[in-house]
């Protein structure tokens, strides 16, 4: 069994601003973790998965996050924000193996706002 | 930029018709996905399929039906619309192995039954 949380449905920052969004999983097997995108009207798009390679994961438009299995998270994060940031973001988990992969258990979603 | 297609975008229909939303990907990808979607709530998974002629129930109980007769294509179907079907479905598709948890999606059907 497996499932995410995200801490905080919306977040707002500042453009140029810290973007910090909260993940934290349960897995009954070693994870594999995403995080995808979803800009309004569009289908989700992925911006970084983390599978058993090194614990910080670089994805695309400069975000990055770091698993952490002490702590079961997975906070996905940008230096600085941009206006084009604003969209709906969700972390995702799957089983590590055989029929479970590609089989996402999603967050419910965290909408990030970025303010000039 | 990834290549699934979903039709149509959007659907308002009355309670009692039968409606289908249209997937297709021409990436070859075997394993294919339909997720359903509310407003600040998670994806559930409704339906998934790991090739030609394989289909299973996902987490997500629902009265839709799928099938999967050739690669690229892997519609959905609600034989009697009512209002509890209204939501946003998402297609998607992904390899096998590794890449696996890469899905890529479609930009989705939003379905009202009236």
């Known amino acids: 069994a497996q499932s995410v949380t995200q801490l905080g449905s919306h977040v707002s920052v500042s453009e140029g601003a810290l973007v910090l969004l909260r993940c934290n999983y349960s897995?009954?097997?070693?994870?594999?973790l995403f995080w995808y995108v979803q800009y309004p009207n569009q289908g989700l798009q992925l911006l970084l998965k983390?599978?058993?390679?090194?614990?910080l994961v670089k994805g695309i438009n400069g975000f990055e996050a770091e698993f952490k299995k002490s702590e079961t998270s997975f906070h996905l994060t940008k230096p600085s924000a941009h206006m084009s940031d604003a969209a709906e973001y969700f972390c995702?988990?799957?089983?590590?193996?055989?029929?479970?992969?590609?089989?996402?258990?999603f967050g419910q979603g965290t909408i990030l706002t970025v303010h000039p | 930029e990834a290549d699934i297609y979903q039709t149509p975008r959007y659907l308002v229909i009355g309670t009692g018709k039968k409606i289908t939303l249209e997937c297709s990907q021409t990436?070859?990808?075997?394993?294919m996905y339909w997720y359903q979607q509310d407003p600040g709530m998670e994806l559930h998974l409704i339906h998934y399929s790991y090739g030609v002629n394989s289909t299973e129930k996902g987490d997500l109980s629902s009265e839709s039906t799928v099938s999967r007769i050739r690669t690229e294509h892997f519609p959905l179907t609600l034989e009697s619309a009512r209002p509890s079907h209204t939501s946003q479905y998402l297609c998607a598709s992904s390899e096998y192995g590794r890449g696996a948890g890469e899905l890529f999606f479609g930009e989705g059907s939003r379905l009202t039954v009236l």
């Open positions: 990436m070859g990808h075997d394993k």
């Open positions: 995702a988990v799957s089983g590590s193996g055989g029929t479970s992969y590609g089989k996402l258990t």
């Open positions: 897995s009954s097997v070693p994870p594999y």
């Open positions: 983390y599978t058993s390679a090194a614990t």
